[in-house]
């Protein structure tokens, strides 16, 4: 009796330092590589299993009195207005890139304004992929300089409240210097902000954003490469404890599991002092730096 119980001590202890050991010792695993991540899996439905990420205690989000304001995109609507409806129940500044021409594009639009929050354009750009479609409204490396400006204000006229925009798609489209800066001289020349989404490595968004004076910032983070709603949140607060208190700029999408892992991790976040702010907003305090 006593050897089993002494068995059973010993189980409980080693238990127990391995669970020390994982959470406090143990270096963050790298969640996804999204800072050079293709557009493949995000746009065809691809579903890559991401690695378990270690579940960090609330204090150990390293939120230091609430510098390092989070932005959170939620792109690809206009296809359902459920998810936007759960999305805007939630008490966080979230923000919503809307599909110009699909089918429920301005009734998402007036929903979102009406409730406070912010509307980007989700500009559709031409892939590498050819085979993939960006769908209605896309701008293409072969149009005239005429024409995607043309194109950019019918896709501006078709979602109402637009205060930015960012790209859908584009790796093809965001590599090309010439196309991409008549884009963007456009939105300044109209005040919008321009977001990269990042699907390319090899974006020249950043430096055409300092030549032409526009409002700017890039993504950091796709939260749900992995539609499993666990693994979203721990992607997410892996990402805020280990961003040093920078800024950081956050794309999701309206799936289930996304909707679920914000409902849960904002209040989290909130109650830790990170500042989830409008995209707006965090343009601004890049645009100080």
Known sequence: MKLIK?????????????????VFFRPPSEVYRTQERGEEQKTTGGKARAPAVPDYPSQHLGCAEGKGAIAIIIDD?????APVDQLLAIGAPLAFAVLPHSPHARAAAEMIHG???????????????GKQNPGPGALFRSMMAEDLRQQLDDDLAAVPYVVGVNNHMGSAFMEDEEK?????????????FFIDSRT???SRAEGLARKTGIRFAARRLFLDNDRDRELIFKNLLNHVRRRNNSSLLIIGHPYPGTVGALREAIPLLQSQGIRIVPPSELVAIIGQR
């Open 77 to 81: 609507i206009g296809y359902s207005l």
């Open 180 to 192: 991409l800066q008549v884009v963007l001289v456009e939105l300044q020349k109209k005040g919008l």
């Open 6 to 22: 002494s068995l059973t001590g010993l189980i409980l202890l080693i238990i127990t330092l391995i669970t020390f050991y994982y």
């Open 200 to 202: 390319t490595s090899a």
């Open 115 to 129: 409730q406070g929050r912010e509307i980007l354009l989700h500009l559709p750009m031409e892939p590498r992929n």
